[in-house]
């Protein structure tokens, strides 16, 4: 059994991700964990905590910042389920067995279930890792 085998991987939030260790550990934030029912709250939140724009929160999820504006405000005319199931998801992170680095659950999932780049042997390793972690999403 290898030590990948071994490690206990943690679901973490964003709050805690290791390239922002200006922002303190934050579950104490009043919007913590983020979910479906409060991501409006939350995103609100992140701005004013973080110092960052909805254009930037938007750019994060993959959506343009009027679609973002609008869906916060209320104005948005189609179901927002979907705006704010991508915020969700930005918000999780897992930590990788592989690198020791805390990564997007999108990141993950991108990387595992893409194809093998034979091209760079150690990139190689790392997808063969994917293939047996227990946070594999399924094909």
Known sequence: MSAIDTLII???????????AD????????????TLDNWVAACHEEKQKRGISYAEIARRIGYA???????????????????GTAYVNYRKQVLCPYTQTTVSRQTCTRHA??????????????WRACQG???????
């Open 23 to 34: 922002c303190n550990w934050q579950p104490h934030w009043v919007h913590y964990p983020v």
């Open 65 to 83: 910042r009027p679609s973002l504006s609008l869906a916060l405000s209320g104005g948005y005319t189609g179901n927002t389920d979907t705006i």
């Open 10 to 20: 943690d679901t973490l939030t964003i709050d805690a991700s290791a390239d922002d």
């Open 133 to 139: 972690c227990e946070h594999r999403p399924g094909d």
């Open 113 to 126: 279930l893409g194809a093998a780049p034979t091209h760079n042997p150690a990139a190689l390793r790392h």
